[in-house]
């Protein structure tokens, strides 16, 4: 059941950040920096960071850059951690 969390949260995490870049080159309202974080906090991390360096979206925000990947990580740790004690 968590796996099938974490493919969707991460899924709606790399759409939101394509949708994003879409509306930034079009000039058009965008996705608060807010629910991006949201998301990627609640486990949607690994695709948001994915589509950043795929759609190269916020690669230029130092927040991004290096706390994205910070939370993947404590993410796969939690993850890891889950599988292997709590399961």
Known sequence: MLLIYLII???IGFIVMGVDKRRARKQKWRIPESRIWFIAI???APGAMIAMNYFRHKTKHTSFRVFLPLL???HIGLFVWYEFFLS
Do not use: Q
Request: no cysteine.
């Open 9 to 11: 949260i991460n899924l």
């Open 42 to 44: 609640i486990g949607g």
């Open 72 to 74: 993947v990580f404590v």
